[in-house]
């Protein structure tokens, strides 16, 4: 892992640099600036396999980058996070997309920002899954690793292998203090 060039840029002018977020509920459409949410739910299918089986066909575009990079289909085991959660750094893989979908029906908590050199503290989303969605992070999208809230939890987790350094990590400057809860 490397520590990024990129720059946390101090808030705008007139914006508090304090953000309190409450996670929203995940949707295709909200999450469409930052990736892919990966669900069957609204999906092209297909019946497979002699009819036993529905395929949800093409849910995420999985980017493992150019020259001679591959696709990897990890396991991931991640312990609970307590709530709220005080967003210390947030990490990109510039090299290629990184999935994450559950394994055993955990909600996770899901916090992002645009891809660029940049990242400003009032661009910063958060979402919760319902336990039955994965996300696919585009190519340089900014994002906190992966965060649980109930218990442990086992995702696929689906990224890049290959030449190149394909992490970068930004801390959130201690003058900004980003909080996210959930809602209820």
Same mark, same amino acid.
């Given at each position: &892992? @490397?520590?990024?060039?990129?720059t946390f840029?101090?808030?705008? $002018? /007139?914006?508090p640099?304090?953000?309190? %977020? +409450?996670?929203?509920?995940?949707?295709r459409?909200?999450?469409?600036?930052?990736g892919?949410?990966?669900?069957s739910?609204?999906?092209?299918?297909?019946?497979?396999?002699?009819? &036993? @089986?529905?395929r949800?066909?093409?849910?995420a575009?999985?980017? $493992? /980058?150019?020259?001679?990079?591959?696709? %990897? +289909?990890?396991?991931?085991?991640?312990?609970?996070?307590?709530?709220?959660?005080?967003?210390?750094?947030?990490?990109?893989?510039?090299?290629?997309?990184?999935?994450f979908v559950? &394994?055993?029906?955990?909600r996770?908590?899901?916090?992002v920002?645009?891809? /660029?050199d940049t990242?400003r503290?009032?661009?910063?989303?958060?979402?919760?899954t319902?336990?039955?969605?994965g996300?696919?992070?585009?190519?340089?999208?900014?994002?906190?690793?992966?965060?649980?809230t109930?218990?442990?939890?086992?995702?696929v987790?689906?990224?890049?292998?290959g030449?190149?350094?394909?992490?970068?990590?930004?801390?959130v400057p201690?003058?900004?203090?980003?909080?996210?809860?959930?809602?209820g």
């Amino acid at each position: &892992m @490397t520590i990024a060039s990129p720059t946390f840029l101090p808030p705008a $002018p /007139g914006t508090p640099a304090a953000l309190a %977020l +409450v996670a929203q509920p995940l949707t295709r459409e909200a999450f469409a600036a930052f990736g892919d949410v990966i669900e069957s739910a609204h999906a092209r299918s297909m019946p497979i396999n002699a009819g &036993m @089986t529905t395929r949800f066909h093409d849910l995420a575009r999985v980017d $493992p /980058g150019p020259g001679d990079s591959r696709v %990897l +289909v990890n396991i991931f085991e991640t312990q609970p996070y307590a709530m709220p959660l005080q967003v210390g750094m947030l990490e990109r893989h510039p090299l290629g997309s990184q999935a994450f979908v559950p &394994m055993d029906g955990s909600r996770f908590l899901v916090v992002v920002a645009p891809a /660029g050199d940049t990242v400003r503290v009032e661009d910063i989303r958060a979402f919760v899954t319902d336990g039955r969605q994965g996300v696919n992070y585009a190519r340089g999208v900014w994002h906190h690793p992966l965060v649980v809230t109930q218990q442990p939890a086992s995702f696929v987790v689906i990224d890049r292998g290959g030449a190149g350094p394909n992490c970068d990590e930004i801390l959130v400057p201690p003058a900004c203090v980003v909080r996210v809860s959930l809602a209820g």
